[in-house]
């Protein structure tokens, strides 16, 4: 067998048997692979027959060829017939011509599948033939109607010329008639328009230039209440006159109905700005009922107007602030003898026992009512607020309502200030506490400041303030100075020991209150040096008072009594007063001074109390006489000879097992305990030194004591300066202060 059939079979697609089972393959598969390696044919046949058509796509074209080629049926009439015949003699005439080819075998057959076999392409083109045929036959029916539907518009085109023309013929017989017409109702609207135009022009001249009835009635009458329909009459007015002024600047000079409108309008507008002004002088007047009060728009509004006339705003304004002097000095009166109502709050003179709450319950009236006032005007002005922070500075502007608003408040508590000041003056001259003197002083100060923040350095108020807290400095100086006075002419008693006198005592507690107080009136904001400042004099009086008393009474004392132990006493004069001014910021400088007086006062104790020490262990002479620069030798002068020494060495023996050695006698009354074991501790390092300074001088060759070692080793400490400082508890290398 040759390839040509298996080529045509495969190239017409026809339906090829079912594929065995999976078994039969498997066989067929088996007994092919040996062919396969010997018959390239036999490889083509078996790849054709394993293909599969089992996918939608395959078996969807081999549907489709079974369509093409369905036997024709009877019923499908003759012109099917001769398309099948035609068909088939083609497809004869393509088997004659392929059977002439050489080298190629024709499978001949029967029916339709042989045909499709052979023809399958052309079967294709016959068929797309077929449709392109019939469709050229539809489209040449339709040119055929609308070859028709030409015609029908043709016919039409020529039927609208015809109207057209004979329109037109209309149109040019009829022009005359109608232009006659339109021209008549031109004229017409011409007129009526001019008409109409000439009345509006005049209403609107009329409404633009002049006030109606109500309008001239809401500025002349008394009867009209101040409201919104007043001002917009006044602005309406107002307007009137400044568009006058264009018909005064014509080229013919001012028309006569400018001159009148002018006139007319301004004469107007002055009877609307007196009402304003009778209107808010009636306010005004009745102010004097309250306390606080209430700005209404109206009041606002008509306040603006009258700045344009400032003439009638100062005559209104006169009378608020009279007003308002009254209304306060009363309202203050009442506060200070009545109350409040039903008689809360109570009186501020109930308090008049307590200077500091009678004072500060008036000024703090005063600085209430100041804020209130404050706020009223600032509506009255239309001004919005700073919002400043509470006991923050007020920024002033230069302003024309801030002015008004400093000027009127000057004025308002202009009257109130005398009964302020003679009753605080009363207050602080009858005090003779200068503690309550500096209090009242330090409240007086505060709101100062406050009211020099609130209403300016200008105000008399602020002055009023100002005086009277310069008065209260001043009474408080002279307290303290006096206390100062009486108190370097104190006397200590006869059995007053080394503790602080208890006029001291007074004096400093005197001391802590003031600056408490100074301490609880700071700011917050203020510098160190500002700190210091505002105390310094305060301090320096009070604190240099104290210390030359102490100095004073000590001397006085010393020399009538010998024994008394003036250094100990001073230092706890000077101890305790550094405790009281130390915990305080602001008096950093004068307690560095105290503790340097400290300082220097302890070194004189130390040299003092080791003097004592070398009196009590009988060393004294022998220390003299070796600090004695002598050509003799030391064994034999005074104290250093064998046996005076034999015998002081055996008291200061006697002298280590005493108390004294960790508790000395004299350094219990020191109030401040680690200043006595400072003192102590160093004049014990002196003691050391002291007896190392002996045992050198005994050792020592030139000297010439015969059996040193037996001197010294009799008694404690046996010559051992470690024994010794264990003894003493001095660590070596010790540092005197």
Not at 3 to 22: E, H
Not at 349 to 377: K, T
Not at 553 to 571: E, T
Not at 683 to 702: F, H, K, M
Request: charge should be negative; hydrophobic fraction near 40%.
């Amino acid at each position: 067998m040759s390839s040509p059939p298996a080529t045509s079979l495969s190239r017409t697609g026809a339906k090829s048997p079912l594929p065995p089972s999976y078994s039969s393959s498997r066989s067929l598969d088996e007994k092919s692979k040996s062919i396969v390696t010997r018959n390239p044919i036999s490889l083509r046949l078996y790849k054709v027959l394993g293909t599969s058509y089992d996918d939608p796509a395959t078996r969807e074209a081999l549907e489709t060829l079974s369509e093409l080629y369905r036997a024709p049926e009877s019923a499908k009439g003759k012109g099917v017939d001769r398309d099948a015949k035609h068909e088939d003699a083609d497809f004869n005439q393509l088997e004659t011509v392929e059977s002439k080819l050489p080298g190629r075998l024709v499978l001949t057959g029967s029916g339709t599948a042989a045909r499709a076999r052979k023809s399958l392409r052309r079967d294709a083109e016959l068929k797309l033939t077929q449709g392109s045929r019939q469709f050229l036959l539809a489209f040449q029916e339709v040119d055929k109607h609308l070859d028709v539907l030409q015609e029908h518009v043709d016919a039409m085109r020529i039927r609208c010329g015809e109207a057209q023309v004979q329109i037109q013929s209309t149109n040019e017989a009829c022009r005359s008639l109608l232009e006659r017409a339109g021209g008549l109702r031109s004229a017409r609207s011409i007129t009526n328009l001019s008409v109409n135009e000439q009345q509006i022009a005049v209403d609107s001249f009329l409404e633009h230039f002049t006030l109606t009835e109500e309008e001239a009635e809401a500025l002349q009458s008394r009867d009209i209440q101040i409201d919104a329909q007043f001002f917009r009459t006044m602005q309406k007015a107002e307007k009137i006159i400044a568009d006058s002024r264009v018909l005064m600047s014509g080229e013919d000079g001012a028309t006569k109905a400018g001159v009148d409108i002018i006139a007319t309008s301004s004469q107007q507008l002055e009877q609307g700005y007196d009402k304003l002004a009778r209107w808010c002088s009636l306010e005004f007047r009745q102010f004097v009922r309250d306390t606080l009060l209430e700005v209404t728009p109206a009041m606002g509004e008509a306040i603006k107007w009258l700045r344009k006339k400032p003439e009638l705003l100062s005559e209104v304004l006169s009378i608020l602030s009279q007003t308002r002097q009254s209304t306060l000095l009363n309202a203050f009166m009442d506060a200070l003898t009545r109350g409040g109502p039903n008689g809360l709050p109570r009186p501020i003179e109930i308090h008049a026992h307590d200077p500091l709450r009678y004072v500060g319950d008036m000024l703090a009236w005063v600085h209430q009512s100041i804020a209130g006032e404050r706020e009223f005007l600032e509506w009255l002005f239309s001004l919005k607020g700073d919002r400043r922070n509470i006991g923050s500075v007020r920024k002033f502007e230069h302003s024309e309502e801030e002015e008004w608003i400093r000027e009127l408040m000057d004025k308002a508590f202009d009257k109130l200030r005398s009964p302020l000041k003679m009753r605080v003056r009363q207050t602080v001259r009858s005090q003779e506490s200068c503690i309550a003197s500096y209090k009242v002083a330090n409240l007086l100060s505060f709101y100062s400041l406050t009211m020099r923040r609130t209403v300016g350095d200008e105000a008399g108020l602020s002055d009023t303030l100002n005086e009277i807290t310069d008065e209260a400095y001043n009474i408080f100086f002279d307290t303290i100075e006096a206390q100062a006075r009486s108190l370097a002419r104190t006397l200590l008693p006869d059995e007053q020991d080394a503790q602080p006198p208890v006029a001291l005592l007074d004096h400093t507690q005197v001391l802590r209150e003031i600056m408490t107080v100074y301490k609880s009136s700071l700011l917050g904001d203020e510098s160190a040096d500002d700190l210091r400042q505002g105390f310094q004099s305060i301090l320096d009086l009070m604190v240099d008072a104290a210390v030359n008393m102490c100095l004073s009474v000590s001397d006085a004392r010393q020399s009538q009594r010998p024994g008394w132990d003036n250094d100990v006493f001073v230092l706890n004069c000077l101890t305790h007063l550094l405790s009281v001014i130390r915990p305080f910021s602001f008096t950093e400088y004068k307690a560095k001074e105290l503790q340097a007086d400290i300082d220097a006062r302890a070194d004189l104790l130390i040299t003092n109390h080791f003097n004592n020490i070398l009196r009590d262990t009988s060393l004294a002479e022998c220390v003299s006489v070796c600090a004695a620069a002598s050509s003799e030798p030391v064994s034999r002068i005074g104290a250093m000879q064998p046996q005076p020494l034999a015998l002081a060495l055996r008291v200061f023996a006697g002298w280590l097992s005493t108390p004294d050695v960790v508790h000395p006698s004299r350094l219990v009354p020191l109030l401040d305990r680690r200043l006595a074991e400072h003192v102590h501790r160093a004049a014990l390092g002196a003691l050391v030194d002291a007896y190392e300074q002996i045992c050198t001088a005994v050792r020592t060759s030139e000297n010439k004591y015969e059996a040193a070692n037996t001197i010294l080793g009799a008694q404690r400490p046996f010559g051992s300066l470690p024994a010794l400082r264990q003894i003493l508890g001095v660590e070596d290398g010790r540092t005197s202060k």
